[in-house]
């Protein structure tokens, strides 16, 4: 049975983003794939790591994610690591890169999956954050852990 519409399955997520980055602003785009790409998105063999969303005369674009080749695709194969376009109305493509441009910021991709036949990307304006602000991020969460053990002991 094929996905329905309103299925959400989960491809990857990079799960270092949050650790890295102060998060705002989560946005949702499609993805322009070829063939071999949904094929290998399918079977999950897709990272994250090192991507990021710029622009190419004014497009919003995926860059550095890499979708690995379809092992069963005909000698027409793609090119894993190439930008891929995003599907995004202008308005809001030129908003984000308003925003980009003068702050400074970066758009972080967060989790790629499929919402029922189409291949969707999550992403959110990024802030990177300083050493030290991730290791005080860190004891913020040893905290939380740490008064939610006492909770539940006593």
């Known amino acids: 049975m094929g996905a329905r519409k309103g299925e959400r399955k989960n491809v990857c997520e990079n799960r270092r983003a949050r650790h890295d980055y102060d998060l705002e602003g989560h946005t949702e785009a499609g993805l322009m794939l070829v063939g071999s790409e949904v094929k290998s998105l399918r079977r999950g063999e897709a990272h994250l790591q090192d991507a990021w969303v710029g622009f190419e005369n004014g497009k919003p674009f995926l860059m ?50 499929f ?40």
């Not at 990024?126 to 004891?139: A, M, V």
């Open 64 to 113: 550095k994610a890499h979708i690995a080749p379809y092992q069963q695709a005909t000698h027409v194969c793609h090119e894993p690591d190439r930008p891929r376009p995003l599907l995004l109305h202008w308005q809001e493509a030129a908003r984000l890169r308003q925003v980009v441009k003068e702050k400074g910021l970066t758009l972080v991709p967060l989790r790629l999956y």
């Open 115 to 154: 919402d029922g036949p189409w291949a969707k990307l999550e992403f959110a304006i990024g802030k990177g954050r300083k050493h030290h602000d991730k290791r005080d991020s860190l004891r913020e969460l040893e905290d939380r852990k740490e008064i939610a053990r006492a909770m539940n002991r006593g």
